[in-house]
């Protein structure tokens, strides 16, 4: 399977730790994106990459956290100081380009005790 | 920026029932529209998606969607739903670079 590719696909952690997500896109994609979905909702953006460029940052994104893109291939998504709050399910998704559609991998889901 | 607006929060139904998704998108200019489906246990998948053209797009899994644009509207069909369609159903709209999406409207179908 060539689709995107998340790691862990659970984490649990507790308040005050920080955590680090991976992501791998399929390879020939130039966009990769991070969303975070919590229950009852559709998922919310919080950051896109073209290649290693981040292009974008939602306000929903603190400060405590940061996403890279080093290489252009895989991203990480990373959280300091996790809170309770920040307990959700984080999607990533990658694309060809601007108006392909985006091509969901099977999330992270964090879950902050 | 654009919203989603999905009007349904839960639908229940039996098999062979017809369905459909209301789905509302605000105002922003040229729009790009996506419906994704959730099925239980795996990622979100792409059923259809319109650009332009034929405002009646065919996806997979016998779903349609009707693009109006006089009612800022892409609402999902499908004439004869099975078990399997048993799922959670996201409408989308492309905000340029992103896509925006609804809260979803999570389908259950009874055998």
């Known amino acids: 399977d060539t689709g995107v590719s998340q790691n862990p696909r659970h984490k649990i952690t507790k308040r005050g730790q920080n955590v680090t997500f991976r992501c791998d896109p399929i390879s020939e994609h130039n966009r990769l994106y991070w969303y975070r979905q919590t229950l009852g909702q559709g998922p919310e953006f919080l950051t896109y990459?073209?290649?290693?460029?981040?292009?974008?940052k939602s306000r929903l994104l603190s400060d405590r956290f940061s996403a890279e893109r080093p290489k252009g291939s895989f991203s990480t998504l990373e959280i300091q100081r996790t809170e309770q709050g920040d307990s959700a399910m984080y999607l990533c998704?990658?694309?060809?380009?601007?108006?392909?559609?985006?091509?969901f991998g099977n999330g992270t889901r964090l879950t902050v005790t | 920026a654009q919203s989603v607006s999905q009007h349904n929060h839960h639908v229940i139904l039996s098999e062979a029932a017809s369905l459909e998704l209301g789905c509302n998108y605000s105002?922003?200019?040229?729009?790009?529209l996506f419906w994704y489906v959730q099925y239980p246990g795996q990622h979100l998948q792409l059923l259809l998606k319109y650009f332009s053209g034929d405002p009646l797009v065919k996806g997979i899994k016998g779903f349609e969607a009707e693009f109006i644009k006089s009612k800022f509207s892409f609402n999902l069909r499908k004439p004869s739903v099975q078990w399997s369609d048993t799922a959670e159903y996201f409408c989308a709209v492309n905000n340029d670079y992103k896509l925006s999406f609804g809260a979803g409207t999570t389908v259950t179908v009874r055998a």
């Open positions: 990459f073209q290649n290693e460029a981040q292009l974008e």
């Open positions: 105002y922003g200019g040229t729009v790009n």
């Open positions: 998704a990658s694309s060809l380009d601007r108006v392909s559609p985006l091509h």
